[in-house]
């Protein structure tokens, strides 16, 4: 038989006690004042310093690209200078001239960069190694602040018209032969001037924004050249002092000129102890109708953000000691000129080109 199980407490089988309710508990608080306050200040701190990261890197990049903008402008400059000088050549009738850049603004170069040389020369550079006209000078326009290096390309003939195959003869080329006249005047060079390149040279041959001007092509060789110095040196590499103020060539305002009467040593210095000394004129001297043995070319550059800043830059400064350029010290005077007006931004940089005729 069968009897009926009991629980302990008397319940009867499968009864279940009751379930009591959850404890009622308070609701949760949010966040205080200060806990606040402290959150957003961290996270102000976070932003400056993210900010300070951003900023830095901007920087350095906008710095590299200025730096990267202000080489490729020298390097370009550097190089096609280089490139065209090495071949210059002269001879009795041909002549090289570096000059005062105010020469061609005398002959209506427009802008021409105070205190900045001009350079001019003669060099095979045609298709079929003719002989062509090269030169180059500092352009400054404050106004537009355009800093420039301008270059000269002149070819013996213009372009031809319609279906001629040679063009006329270019009216702004140095003439070196007169079938008329062999003994013309103006076909020797000077060992005072520069008239030999220029005597016919106007402002219609320096507009180059006059699109039927043919007759020479004036070029912006590269942009943001704030200063130019170019140096001749001597077969011993010392630097070859002015014709300018030389007592031997009176009147004379050009810097270099290779028809000026002059005796450059070649392997030893003279017994002066100098290595290249001009001559006075006689019947007997000749003229030296050489070209420097190598000349160093020296830019400071700027990029197109500092020049934005609407600045008025200082005048190029040229230190001469005893008629002989210090490019150094030029080039440090100017760098504190544009030092005193906030710039630190500028590049300098210097190329020595070995001229092939002047060994």
């Given at each position: 038989?069968?009897?009926?199980?009991?629980?302990?407490?008397?319940?009867?089988?499968?009864?279940?006690?009751?379930?009591?309710?959850?404890?009622?508990?308070q609701?949760?608080?949010?966040?205080?004042?200060?806990?606040l306050?402290?959150?957003?200040?961290?996270?102000?701190?976070?932003?400056?310093?993210?900010?300070?990261?951003?900023?830095?890197?901007?920087?350095?990049?906008?710095?590299?690209q200025?730096?990267?903008?202000?080489?490729?402008?020298?390097?370009?400059?550097l190089?096609l200078?280089?490139?065209?000088?090495?071949?210059?050549?002269?001879?009795?009738?041909?002549?090289?001239?570096?000059a005062?850049?105010?020469?061609?603004?005398?002959?209506g170069?427009?802008?021409?960069?105070?205190n900045?040389?001009?350079v001019?020369?003669?060099?095979?550079?045609?298709?079929?190694?003719?002989?062509?006209?090269?030169?180059?000078?500092?352009y400054?326009?404050?106004?537009?602040?355009?800093?420039?290096?301008?270059?000269?390309?002149?070819?013996?003939?213009?372009?031809?018209?319609?279906?001629?195959?040679?063009g006329?003869?270019?009216?702004?080329?140095?003439?070196?032969?007169n079938?008329?006249?062999?003994?013309?005047?103006?076909?020797?060079?000077?060992?005072?001037?520069?008239d030999?390149?220029?005597?016919?040279?106007?402002?219609?041959?320096?507009?180059?924004?006059?699109?039927?001007?043919?007759?020479?092509?004036?070029?912006?060789?590269?942009?943001?050249?704030?200063?130019?110095?170019?140096?001749?040196?001597?077969?011993?590499?010392?630097?070859?002092?002015?014709?300018?103020?030389?007592?031997?060539?009176?009147?004379?305002?050009?810097?270099?000129?290779?028809?000026?009467?002059?005796?450059?040593?070649?392997?030893?210095?003279?017994?002066?102890?100098?290595?290249?000394?001009?001559?006075?004129?006689?019947?007997?001297?000749?003229?030296?109708?050489?070209?420097?043995?190598?000349?160093?070319?020296?830019?400071?550059?700027?990029?197109?953000?500092?020049?934005?800043?609407?600045?008025?830059?200082?005048?190029?400064?040229?230190?001469?000691?005893?008629?002989?350029?210090?490019?150094?010290?030029?080039?440090?005077?100017?760098?504190?000129?544009?030092?005193?007006?906030?710039?630190?931004?500028?590049?300098?940089?210097?190329?020595?080109?070995?001229?092939?005729?002047?060994?």
């Amino acid at each position: 038989m069968l009897f009926p199980h009991h629980h302990p407490g008397g319940g009867q089988a499968g009864r279940t006690a009751p379930r009591s309710s959850p404890p009622v508990t308070q609701a949760t608080s949010g966040f205080s004042l200060i806990e606040l306050l402290l959150s957003v200040s961290l996270l102000a701190i976070l932003l400056i310093v993210l900010t300070s990261f951003t900023d830095a890197a901007h920087r350095a990049w906008r710095d590299g690209q200025n730096r990267t903008e202000t080489f490729q402008s020298a390097r370009t400059t550097l190089e096609l200078m280089s490139r065209e000088i090495t071949p210059a050549v002269v001879d009795t009738r041909t002549q090289f001239v570096i000059a005062q850049g105010s020469l061609l603004g005398t002959r209506g170069a427009l802008n021409v960069a105070p205190n900045s040389p001009a350079v001019l020369w003669m060099a095979p550079l045609g298709a079929n190694g003719d002989m062509r006209c090269v030169g180059y000078y500092l352009y400054r326009d404050e106004a537009r602040k355009f800093h420039r290096l301008k270059r000269i390309f002149i070819a013996p003939t213009l372009p031809p018209k319609g279906n001629a195959t040679v063009g006329d003869p270019s009216p702004y080329f140095p003439k070196s032969v007169n079938l008329t006249n062999p003994r013309d005047p103006s076909l020797r060079t000077s060992p005072i001037n520069a008239d030999w390149f220029t005597q016919n040279w106007n402002a219609k041959a320096f507009d180059e924004e006059d699109p039927t001007n043919q007759d020479v092509v004036v070029s912006t060789a590269a942009d943001g050249v704030v200063a130019f110095w170019i140096q001749p040196l001597d077969l011993l590499g010392n630097p070859i002092p002015t014709v300018k103020d030389d007592p031997n060539h009176p009147g004379s305002e050009l810097l270099y000129n290779s028809a000026a009467y002059f005796q450059a040593a070649t392997t030893t210095k003279f017994d002066n102890g100098k290595s290249f000394s001009y001559l006075s004129q006689t019947e007997q001297t000749m003229k030296g109708n050489r070209v420097p043995a190598a000349v160093d070319i020296t830019v400071v550059t700027l990029d197109s953000a500092t020049l934005d800043r609407g600045l008025t830059l200082p005048v190029q400064t040229n230190v001469y000691e005893t008629r002989v350029l210090n490019v150094e010290k030029s080039v440090n005077r100017f760098e504190e000129d544009l030092r005193a007006l906030g710039i630190y931004t500028a590049r300098t940089f210097t190329t020595r080109a070995k001229l092939i005729n002047g060994n």
